[in-house]
């Protein structure tokens, strides 16, 4: 058995800009990241937008190559897995459902998708999977046969993460999964991920820039700044002692109810800079 689930080893990802008109230069998006998830995990990957984590994610999941680094998803490095069998092990939970989603697919096709994709089952058994993914996920039966603009913002994350669970994957790396619902709803799709991670065994790579959201799920957490990542600890350790000057001012641009209320400093210090670097991708 491999030690760790997923492990990052030294990942670097450059993109090339521009053209002749313009001229070419480089931007790093992601610099040098080493990163391990146990089984059980729940990591946070946290940052303003510009830091590289939604880069690093897409790495994660293969939609991208590293220009440097390697990524092992148990023992094997992601870029031998064929695309079929990678998404066996793991799979997306989008920002966005409003947009994750087909519009001209009704609710049980869109969750029964990679059965299809894959030739799992036939059609009727394929529905039953579907069906038993839209209880276990918290949606009636009878939405079945309706279609995402039928639905609320939080139904069809709830769809989102039925399609994403039904092939059985081992790790889900959710981007942002809740910044795009009410506030109220956002609490009910935590309970739920917290709750499917214990149903099925999950283990969680939380991308996210909502700290309260990170602090509630994670059980470590990875701090980035433009590509690098800056700081790494429990939880618990990050929230309650930050270490690193860029995780301390992301602490004291929030208001979380329990940290006392206060207000937080206008004075603040600018963020370090990182040296040799062109800009950074979210």
């Not at 590289?52 to 440097?68: A, C, I, N, W």
């Not at 059609?123 to 579907?130: F, I, P, V």
């Not at 969680?204 to 959201?213: D, G, P, Q």
Request: charged share 20%; net charge positive; aromatic share 4%.
């Amino acid at each position: 058995m491999p030690e760790h689930i997923l492990a990052i080893k030294g990942v670097s990802k450059t993109f090339t800009v521009g053209g002749p008109l313009t001229g070419r230069h480089y931007v790093h998006a992601v610099r040098d990241v080493s990163l391990s998830v146990d089984k059980g995990d729940v990591v946070g990957i946290v940052g303003e937008s510009g830091s590289g984590k939604t880069t690093l994610s897409q790495l994660v999941l293969g939609l991208l190559d590293p220009t440097e680094g390697s990524i092992l998803l148990e023992g094997r490095n992601v870029s031998e897995y064929s695309r079929l069998n990678l998404a066996k092990l793991i799979q997306p939970v989008f920002q966005n459902p409003y947009s994750s989603l087909n519009p001209r697919q009704c609710i049980e096709t869109i969750i029964s998708a990679p059965l299809r994709v894959h030739g799992i089952g036939d059609r009727a058994s394929r529905r039953k999977e579907a069906i038993r993914l839209m209880e276990a996920v918290g949606l009636p039966q009878r939405l079945h046969s309706r279609y995402p603009v039928q639905l609320s913002g939080g139904q069809r994350q709830r769809v989102a993460i039925a399609r994403a669970l039904i092939l059985k994957p081992r790790i889900l790396v959710c981007d942002e999964p809740t910044s795009a619902l009410d506030v109220s709803v956002q609490a009910q799709i935590l309970n739920l991920l917290d709750e499917l991670k214990r149903e099925f065994d999950l283990t969680y790579l939380l991308i996210s820039h909502n700290l309260a959201v990170v602090e509630h799920m994670s059980t470590k957490v990875a701090v980035m700044y433009q590509g690098e990542k800056v700081e790494e600890a429990k939880a618990t350790d990050i929230f309650d002692r930050p270490q690193h000057p860029y995780t301390k001012l992301l602490l004291n641009a929030i208001l979380l109810p329990h940290r006392g209320g206060k207000k937080p400093a206008d004075n603040l210090a600018p963020a370090p800079k990182s040296a040799d670097r062109t800009g950074a991708l979210a």
